[in-house]
């Protein structure tokens, strides 16, 4: 019975940045591949980044050398670390397990990249 909770969402200008953070209530969230994902107007949910449970990371194209993905187990808590955004990255961002093991989402988080 595991929920999440994304927060850290806002209106953003073109280069801003901004880090969004993912609770997870649940006792072995330590032990699953985890990821970011985002829906934009218009368009199907993409997955963003992935973390494993060791903490390595793989980022969407899209994405690569601008975001970070990265968790803290103890905390059962994810982040993404998102720079340099473009009016593209606008969407609702969600956090959940990796494509494998979804589970139900949580209500997201907004993130709008306008001037």
């Known amino acids: 019975q595991v929920q999440f909770v994304e927060s850290g969402g806002g209106l953003v200008q073109p280069g801003g940045s901004l880090r969004l953070s993912c609770a997870a209530s649940?006792?072995?969230?330590?032990?699953?591949?985890m990821g970011w994902y985002r829906q934009g107007p218009g368009k199907q949910r993409e997955l963003v980044a992935t973390?494993?449970?060791?903490?390595?990371?793989n980022y969407a194209d899209s994405v690569k050398g601008r975001f970070t993905i990265s968790r803290d187990n103890a905390k059962n808590t994810m982040y993404l670390q998102m720079n340099s955004l473009k009016p593209e990255d606008t969407a609702v961002y969600y956090c959940?397990?990796?494509?494998?093991?979804?589970?139900?989402w949580g209500q997201g988080t907004q993130v709008t990249v306008s001037s």
């Open positions: 649940g006792t072995f969230f330590r032990l699953y591949a």
């Open positions: 959940n397990r990796g494509e494998l093991g979804l589970i139900r």
């Open positions: 973390t494993s449970p060791g903490g390595n990371t």
